[in-house]
């Protein structure tokens, strides 16, 4: 599976982005996650969304500010994410897996975008 990822910028705090990352195929237990990469930080899982069923899992860092949603016949899942503030700075990166389950992490997914930098001032 391919991805393709955008929607990155500059914002200042409070405000509001949307990532998209398009899938090259989806099938019925696809998943699709977000994890993002500051500088001289180690990579953390930020959201993931079942396909079917659109069940979703949320870093506590980013639950209520973040959401996660898809467009199944656009292949395409999005990152809403508002009230940004200095510490999302980070460069964004999508994520595909065969299968869903709440907890996942980065290594429960083979496929991955090329990442889109993220950048919120204060």
């Known amino acids: 599976v391919q991805l393709q990822a955008s929607g990155g910028g500059l914002v200042q705090a409070g405000g509001s982005l949307r990532l998209s990352c398009t899938a090259s195929?989806?099938?019925?237990?696809?998943?699709m996650g977000w994890f993002r990469q500051a500088p001289g930080k180690e990579r953390e899982f930020v959201a993931t969304i079942r396909w079917s069923g659109g069940s979703a899992d949320y870093a506590n860092s980013v639950k209520g500010r973040f959401a996660i949603s898809r467009d199944i016949a656009k292949n395409t899942a999005y990152l809403q994410m508002n009230s940004l503030k200095p510490e999302d700075t980070a460069i964004y990166s999508c994520?595909?897996?065969?299968?869903?389950?709440?907890?996942?992490?980065?290594?429960?997914?083979?496929?991955w975008g090329r990442g889109t930098l993220v950048t919120v001032s204060s």
């Open positions: 994520a595909a897996s065969s299968w869903w389950y709440s907890g996942m992490t980065s290594s429960d997914f083979d496929s």
């Open positions: 195929r989806t099938f019925s237990t696809f998943a």
